[in-house]
């Protein structure tokens, strides 16, 4: 999980970003708490799986385990997923 070229984060620094972003949007309290548990459990390693990836839309649609972060399905990347932008 490299950080985009030219962006100067390193994979620790854009893990932070992406936490820090899903706290401020995430508004169901499971997927919120389980990834201020895992915050405060200092567990780098689920974040980066919850965090590593943006799930893509596929010739199946979206597909993933349950569960918080952009890689995995839930309400916010749902709704993230459905906003018509003109």
Not at 13 to 41: F, G, M, P, Y
Request: aromatic content about 6%; hydrophobic content about 40%; some cysteine.
């Amino acid at each position: 999980m490299a950080a985009p070229e030219g962006s100067g984060l390193g994979e620790d620094a854009r893990l932070d970003q992406e936490t820090a972003q899903w706290l401020r949007w995430d508004k169901n309290s499971l997927t919120l708490e389980a990834v201020k548990r895992l915050i405060a459990e200092g567990n780098k390693e689920e974040l980066r799986k919850c965090f590593g990836a943006r799930m893509e839309f596929g010739t199946a649609g979206l597909r993933a385990a349950m569960g918080p972060g952009i890689s995995r399905m839930n309400d916010l990347t749902i709704i993230q997923t459905t906003q018509y932008h003109i």
